[in-house]
């Protein structure tokens, strides 16, 4: 019963720590999701103090914090999906592409458009305008309301557009 408790109480440092997040309040959300780690370590409060990390810019520490979460829970597809997205933040998008397909196998995972979008991001980077297409559909797919998705589909199918009028005689 203690180990439930202290889960419970670090669980309610998370949500403490995600609402300081969610205000711009990083140091102290880094803070906060700390405090729950030492209590009872969850791959939530690693992986969220990641992204609380990765808005300093501070890449290494919050790639480090995923492999904490996944190595707690490696069914959590969050981490790998962050990770991915790290990599893609640090010009590295090949190195990205690996996390971002096991983001997409993750049973525990509710955002799956978020790696589809990602990987529509490399394609896109690298010129592969049709496979980002279906990446970016996938991702709209997955969650309709995904504006950012909707608006990379429409960027792309206006290049696709522009290039095909380009070929013509």
Known sequence: MENEDKRQEAMELVGKAYQAHMKGKLDEAIELYTQSIGLCPTPEA????????????????????????????????????????YFLEMGLPEDAVPWLRMALKAKRYENYCFPYYNLGR???????LEEALAQYR????ENPGFGVAAKAIDRVKAKLASLTRKEEP
């Open 122 to 128: 490399i394609h896109e980077g690298f010129g592969r």
């Open 46 to 85: 690693f992986t969220y103090r990641g992204w609380a990390q990765s808005g300093l810019k501070d890449y290494q520490a919050a790639i480090a914090d995923c492999h904490r979460a996944i190595d707690l829970d490696p069914e959590f597809g969050n981490p790998y999906n962050d990770i991915g997205a």
């Open 138 to 141: 996938k991702s709209l797919d």
